[in-house]
């Protein structure tokens, strides 16, 4: 049970991310609660990278989802670093892709996809956490 979500984690988080690139910046965008903390809901101990967050609607069924507010061109990177540091194992190890890069990391308590996406010289950086069970 726990590999089927980690694949929609895969297979969902690869989509949104290429979804991402292709919005429309004239549409007037939704104001968004940013805050120096992790959004309710999304796991304190899971490693995170940047100072503010605001929360990121998952499309992964059971999945908590965030961004990272101001995240920079070695955001993703970092992420990657820090799961990697904490002893996450590596399911879907990120490509060398810099426009859009995806990897998904898990230990015995989460699955943690992370999301960088590179648009005309702006950066985005999302995670999504599904708590095991």
Do not use: H, W
């Amino acid at each position: 049970m726990r590999f089927k979500k980690i694949a929609a984690v895969v297979a969902t988080v690869g989509s949104l991310t290429f979804l991402a690139g292709c919005g429309d910046d004239t549409a007037a965008e939704a104001p968004q609660t940013t805050a120096a903390t992790v959004p309710d809901g999304f796991p304190k101990d899971v490693p995170v990278v940047g100072t503010m967050f605001t929360p990121y609607d998952s499309q992964v069924d059971d999945a908590v989802g965030m961004e990272v507010v101001g995240a920079t061109a070695t955001s993703f990177d970092d992420a990657v670093t820090k799961l990697r540091a904490a002893k996450y194992e590596e399911v879907l190890s990120p490509g060398p892709a810099k426009e859009q890069r995806d990897a998904t990391f898990a230990n015995a308590k989460y699955t943690v996809a992370v999301s960088g996406v590179e648009t005309e010289g702006r950066f985005r950086l999302t995670y999504s956490v599904i708590v095991a069970g």
